[in-house]
């Protein structure tokens, strides 16, 4: 059974920084995409960045771009998300998921297995 388990979310104000995990069971983490997804009230889910199991290419959303850093450590099956320069519109609960795809991945389709998500509250 995949299990993705986050953490590292919680309360900073604007201009702070937080890092998120994602640690993953029952999946062969180094044959999957790490996307990380958010979601704020009252708003869809939305993609902020995924790194590729091919070449650990990394992709952003144009809100995270300069300000995000996404990451894995495949000996520790875990991928991470590095959030510099917190804004309060990136309040929302954030999600990992995994994909087998290497591309379109910007795409809740492209995922099949999704984390219980993590709040993360900046504050102004």
């Known amino acids: 059974q995949v299990q993705l388990v986050e953490s590292g979310g919680g309360l900073v104000q604007a201009g702070g920084s937080l890092r998120l995990s994602c640690a993953v069971t029952?999946?062969?983490?180094?044959?999957?995409?790490m996307g990380w997804f958010r979601q704020a009230t009252g708003k869809e889910r939305e993609f902020v960045a995924v790194i590729s199991w091919t070449r650990d290419i990394a992709v952003y959303a144009n809100s995270a771009k300069g300000r995000f850093t996404i990451s894995r450590d495949n000996a520790k099956s875990t991928a991470y998300l590095q959030m510099n320069s917190l804004k309060p519109e990136d309040t929302a609960v954030y999600y990992c998921?995994?994909?087998?795809?290497?591309?379109?991945?910007?795409?809740?389709?492209?995922?099949?297995?999704w984390g219980q998500g993590t709040q993360v509250t900046v504050s102004s």
């Open positions: 029952g999946r062969t983490f180094t044959s999957v995409s």
């Open positions: 998921a995994t994909s087998p795809r290497s591309s379109g991945l910007a795409y809740e389709s492209a995922y099949d297995s």
